[in-house]
């Protein structure tokens, strides 16, 4: 099958992406978000409307997002060691896992016709900013399986639901962490600083392979890149440390607001 995006279409982008107040924009931009995305998981929902913000149109600026993301897994590591301290052997069978549905989710991106990415952005968004909402309750629920629960479905929810949402962040993204941070929560790991360190690891390595995809099929906007992966770096270094020690409820209902206004501006301004 032939993309139905065209170089043209990833390109196009407004030049102040490239002058001083675009680049600032988006390096402060990806240092909240890569803080952020790292500490709960949403960093699309600060970082995507930075981009179009700057000037890119939705489509180029979701490349640039996804691209720019990379950014936050050798940051989010380097902060992390302390939680990943023996958990290479259950992230060497979930990261190929993500990396392939990352890939799988790009390559659906590419052959989605323009118009209809833009009628299913608004949908996404709601669907991040209500997970973030409700990710206390589904928390609450990990514990003792209920009576007639099979332990083999148990373990079969982990590569199912990481598959999805994995193919979900190499698409849009938005609010993909904080739902990979429930999943872990109710069916591998309880304590929240390892889960999300875990959390960071899965979806830094689907980043990775939906940024190699759109690398080598059309032009990236690499001076939107640029600042806003450099801000996301350095906010991914702050994120694990902050969810050691601030609770998240503040963090998680101011961006979930915003996530619904974004969604509220998105439906409005359909050409953005």
């Known amino acids: 099958m032939h993309p139905v995006v065209t170089a043209h279409q990833m ?14 924009l988006l390096a402060v931009a990806g240092l909240l978000a890569g803080l952020a995305g790292t500490a709960g998981g949403i960093t699309s929902l600060i970082s995507y409307p930075a981009l179009l913000a700057a ?22 590591a380097l902060a992390s060691r302390r939680e990943l301290a023996g958990r290479g052997a259950w992230l ?10 990352g890939a799988a989710g790009s390559v659906l991106l590419l052959t989605t016709p323009p118009g209809v990415f833009g009628r299913i952005v608004p949908f996404l968004v709601v ?13 609450a629920r990990h514990g003792r399986p209920p009576a007639g629960h099979r332990p083999g479905l148990r373990r079969a929810v982990v590569p199912l639901g990481l598959t999805a949402l994995s193919l979900y962040n190499g698409y849009f993204g938005a609010g993909s962490g904080v739902m990979i941070l429930a999943l ?36 990236v ?24 020690r601030v609770p998240a409820g503040l963090l998680r209902w101011l961006v979930g607001g915003l996530g619904l206004g974004l969604a509220v501006q998105l439906w409005t301004s359909p050409g953005s």
Do not use: H
């Not at 000037?55 to 989010?76: C, F, Q, R, S």
């Not at 770096?233 to 702050?238: P, Q, S, V, Y």
């Open 11 to 24: 390109s196009a982008a407004d030049p102040a992406t490239t002058g001083p107040g675009g680049i600032a």
């Open 55 to 76: 000037g890119l149109p939705a489509l180029a600026a979701n490349v640039a997002n996804i691209v720019a993301a990379v950014a936050t897994w050798p940051g989010a």
């Open 92 to 101: 060497r069978r979930r990261l190929p896992v993500a990396a392939l549905g």
């Open 127 to 139: 669907a991040g900013s209500l997970t973030l909402f409700a990710q206390p309750r589904l928390a």
């Open 184 to 219: 872990l929560l109710i069916t591998a790991e309880p304590r929240l600083p390892t889960a999300n360190a875990l959390k960071n690891m899965l979806t830094g390595a689907a980043a990775l392979t939906s940024a190699a995809v759109f690398t080598a099929v059309g032009p």
């Open 221 to 244: 906007d690499w001076a939107a890149v640029a600042p806003l992966a450099a801000g996301m770096f350095a906010g991914a270094t702050l994120g694990p440390r902050i969810t050691r």
